[in-house]
């Protein structure tokens, strides 16, 4: 049974306000508008809109309940649980699979970027957007109200991709790591009557580019214009805003995927952690989906934690970010584990399979965690791939550690290409804290690979270590 069925629209707004407060202390502008003035926000008389909001008056269209929301600055999910509530055989606002260009699309990305712009769209805005994709209206009488001005461009194709040009190297460092500059949207558009044709570029760093094309449908490059802002483009800011909410929308959807070990099946990875080595394998409870745990295991140095968590982990620690608020429960010790699931007997039979699970789970986790460990220690993958130093100027690590003068780095103009090198294999480093640090060039190319940042960091492993190797005992 759907959980919203019997849920009136009202509460389930109240209950979004409330989840609001609990998770950032606030509600939404949009969301804690009054019906008044929800009704000048959107355009539907107040008292219309309150017979809807109050469900006094039955909602017959979807695009009611689309407005509404959208006036709300509900997302694309809070919108289709909005949508169950008022009318269960209504359909859902599907989310995109593919870049084609479709009224529900034009609708998921607009509802989507405002909910994290967290604003109001009104019927105006949402038919501007799909009059100028070639849609027709929201089938509400305001809409014969609320229409944009006449569109003096026609849509002829438009896209959201990704630059592959960005070198992508065999390091568990980057495996996860997300590229926001690689994304851009194009939109060909062209003026009615046989006007001049055009090619919109939005990259998602926020910049704007228009070319015009030739006779043969090629774009003249010589003729980009570029623009800092939206409202800097004139006629074309409202396809451009368009075509902003679509890679928007793209990226945030990308962004939201990674995040979740749940699309993965399992994921494991590496770093360095207070000058210990820092393993974290995650993965999902698909056996029991409706408990919605995640079983992370990790290993610091020679120690193992085991967690049960109802959010994905993996990319916080990915990121070296603080997880400890984040845990439902974590376990330190398997055989104290099994201990305590065979000496319970108050649980159902469910749970007593489901606490089997995790801690099959767990062992297996913990078995490939020292696997991985052991294909570290063989060189057989690395934390960062050694061919990102091979591609680069001699003087790469010696920038990379900030130690150029150290190493007497200058200009060589023997070579060919006038390559900055370091003159010096050895040097030893002052450090800020008085330290003094002797290294060479094979143990910045060594520290590299191991994910070490800072001749801080190798002085302070250095100090209680006698080489790199030990970092794997």
Known sequence: MNKNQDKKFVDFIKDLKKAEIEKTGQISPPLKQTIKQLSKSIGIKEQKLRKFYYQIRPITKRDYVIAICAGLGLGPLDTNNAIKIINKNFDSISEPDTEELTKEKVLFDLLDNAYYERRSVSIKEINGALQRSGFDCLDIPESKLGQSLANSFEIIQSRVYMNDEIPLYNSIESEYDFYEDRFYGEMEIKKKNNGPHYLLRFHYKNSYELFAFNNDRTYDYFSRKAFNSLESTGEFAPYFSDLKNSVSSYVKRMKETLDDTKNYKERISANIVDNKLHIFMETFNYAYPEFNEYYLVEKIGDTYSFTVSNESLFMKLYRKEDIRKKKIVTYYDLDLLEKQIKE???????????????????????????????????????????????????????????VESEFDCAVDYSTEYWEYVPRKDKATIVLSNGDRLDISLKMLREAFVLGFNSVEEINSFLKKHNAFEEIFE
């Open 344 to 402: 319970r007997e108050d649980i159902t039979v469910l749970r007593y399979y489901k606490n089997r699970k995790k801690l099959r789970s767990f062992i297996e986790m913990k078995n490939k965690i020292d696997q991985y460990k052991k294909d570290l220690k063989d060189k057989k993958i690395n934390i960062r791939d050694p061919s990102i130093i091979d591609s680069q100027d001699e003087s790469f690590l010696c920038e990379v550690f900030k």
